[in-house]
């Protein structure tokens, strides 16, 4: 039997854990001073054309989220000094940030993510800017990316393996 006092520990614990999740997208990271910023896009190759691409950011401080920044994307063609396209800062709420996109063309790009941090001296005033670099696939390309293969085939396969294993092994043992 629980004791009511162990209970309600739990109890008010778990209401103290709500909100307190933080979860950030793995992908490049680009070091500038304190700050992390990590690159992700999805699909992982992007196809031009697709409308269902997205630019994921995360800006970090020593790992942690930072709230309320505000930030812009320039998309440049790779070895090209002229923007394609550049989006205005917005505010985020939270640092991590998901920007959809349609790229007209295949080709190399360069995306880079400007940052204005509320309350530090130097990113208030100048941006934060880390640059990476993206290949766009042209539409008719040939094979899965291997993030729509695992999430799509690989994974869905192994739990169905996984379940008529686990239906076979409890069969046996009636």
Same mark, same amino acid.
Not at 23 to 35: I, L, S
Not at 105 to 110: E, I, L, R
């Given at each position: ?20 999740? $933080?979860? *950030?997208?793995?992908? =490049?990271?680009k ?15 992007? !196809? ?21 920044i ?9 070895? &090209?000094?002229? @923007? ?10 939270? &640092?991590?940030? &998901?920007?959809?996109?349609?790229? %007209?063309?295949?080709? $190399?790009? +360069? ?8 309350g $530090? ?7 934060? =800017? ?8 042209? @539409? ?7 993030? =729509?293969?695992?999430?799509?085939? !690989? +994974?869905?396969?192994? !739990?169905?393996? %996984? ?5 076979? *092994? &409890?069969?046996?043992?009636?």
């Amino acid at each position: 039997m629980v004791r009511p006092t162990i209970l309600a520990l739990a109890v008010i614990a778990l209401i103290f854990q709500i909100g307190q999740a $933080d979860a *950030h997208f793995f992908g =490049e990271t680009k070091q500038v001073d304190n700050y992390q910023i990590i690159f992700m896009p999805y699909p992982t190759f992007p !196809v031009a054309g697709s409308n269902s691409t997205y630019l994921n950011f995360s800006v970090l401080d020593n790992g942690s989220n930072i709230f309320n920044i505000y930030s812009a994307l320039v998309i440049t063609q790779k070895n &090209s000094e002229t @923007p394609i396209e550049q989006l205005p800062y917005r505010l985020y709420e939270f &640092s991590d940030i &998901s920007i959809p996109y349609a790229f %007209a063309q295949p080709g $190399d790009y +360069t995306v880079t993510m400007q940052t204005r941090i509320t309350g $530090d001296e130097k990113y208030q005033a100048a941006p934060l =800017e880390a640059t990476f670099e993206l290949t766009v696939d042209a @539409p008719n390309r040939q094979g899965i990316p291997i993030d =729509e293969l695992m999430l799509f085939y !690989v +994974t869905p396969a192994a !739990v169905a393996i %996984a379940g008529i294993a686990i239906y076979m *092994h &409890s069969k046996r043992k009636r």
